[in-house]
């Protein structure tokens, strides 16, 4: 039986986690209720979250181009399972490259926990339309430095807080979002999705606040 998880459109079954996702009206070349479903090939919910995220992000930068209306089904399958080995590439690379620097898998596993502990917390703060540089003074960035974050991992905070704006701001997140303020009575409005957003990204991080913390 499938178990559904906090990030939109992914599920375990067994031990192995999956991303379905519903394929939106605007591909008019597919038919309705059709849906994409893929084997992500993890066990691990971290990394099987960090993925659907993307997909998420993918799936909704697709539905507001202008081709959307004339992309088939099986072309929509052959660019999510590109990006799927796209990305499971890039998490073979991660975990190589800890382990040529003499660290363990859980290691960079809890480093990446709280980096993306801090984006979301950057999110809570900032909301999913104020753009952050990273640069200079900004306060997302002086925030970071201000807590201990050494500066090689601002740039990685720095991706993953703009790939989740993005999120928030997709229309795939934002139905789930109004669903959700329709169950509990909330009036849609963007004060009150970016309340919503903010008690989303309202995650808890680990013990530790820097990434070195510990070592």
Same mark, same amino acid.
């Given at each position: 039986?499938?178990?559904?998880?906090?990030? +939109?459109?992914?599920?375990?079954?067994? @031990?192995?986690?999956?991303?379905?996702?519903?394929?939106?009206?605007?591909?008019?070349?597919?038919?309705?209720?059709?849906?994409?479903?893929?084997?992500?090939?993890?066990?691990?919910?971290?990394?099987?979250?960090?993925?659907? =995220?993307?997909?998420?992000?993918?799936?909704?930068?697709?539905? !507001?181009?202008?081709?959307?209306?004339?992309?088939?089904?099986?072309?929509?399958?052959? %660019?999510?399972? +590109?990006? /799927?080995?796209?990305?499971?590439? @890039?998490?073979?690379?991660? +975990?190589?490259?800890?382990?040529?620097?003499?660290? &363990?898998?859980?290691?960079?596993?809890?480093?990446?926990? %709280? #980096? !993306?502990?801090?984006?979301?917390?950057? /999110?809570?703060?900032?909301? &999913?339309? =104020?753009?952050?540089?990273?640069?200079?003074?900004?306060?997302?960035?002086?925030?970071?430095?201000? @807590?201990? %974050?050494? #500066?090689?991992?601002?740039?990685? /905070?720095?991706?993953?807080?703009?790939?989740?704006?993005? #999120?928030?701001?997709?229309? !795939?997140?934002? =139905? +789930?979002?109004?669903?959700?303020?329709?169950? %509990?009575?909330? !009036?849609?409005?963007?004060?009150?999705?970016?309340?919503?957003?903010?008690? /989303?990204? =309202?995650?808890?991080?680990?013990?530790?606040?820097?990434?070195?913390?510990?070592?």
């Amino acid at each position: 039986m499938a178990t559904r998880h906090d990030v +939109a459109n992914l599920e375990r079954r067994g @031990h192995t986690f999956y991303w379905r996702a519903r394929v939106p009206v605007r591909f008019r070349q597919v038919r309705r209720q059709a849906r994409l479903s893929f084997s992500l090939r993890l066990s691990d919910h971290g990394k099987a979250a960090y993925m659907a =995220r993307r997909l998420n992000t993918l799936l909704a930068d697709l539905t !507001v181009r202008p081709t959307a209306a004339m992309t088939t089904k099986d072309q929509l399958d052959q %660019i999510f399972r +590109a990006e /799927i080995e796209r990305m499971t590439a @890039h998490l073979e690379d991660v +975990a190589f490259a800890a382990r040529r620097a003499g660290l &363990t898998d859980d290691v960079r596993e809890m480093e990446v926990d %709280i #980096e !993306v502990g801090w984006a979301y917390r950057l /999110i809570q703060l900032f909301g &999913t339309t =104020r753009a952050l540089s990273f640069e200079g003074e900004c306060p997302g960035r002086s925030m970071l430095l201000r @807590h201990g %974050i050494p #500066e090689p991992h601002v740039a990685t /905070i720095a991706e993953t807080f703009r790939a989740e704006q993005a #999120e928030g701001r997709s229309p !795939v997140f934002g =139905r +789930a979002v109004r669903e959700q303020m329709a169950d %509990i009575g909330l !009036v849609d409005t963007l004060a009150n999705r970016e309340r919503r957003w903010s008690c /989303i990204a =309202r995650k808890p991080m680990r013990s530790s606040t820097s990434p070195n913390a510990g070592r």
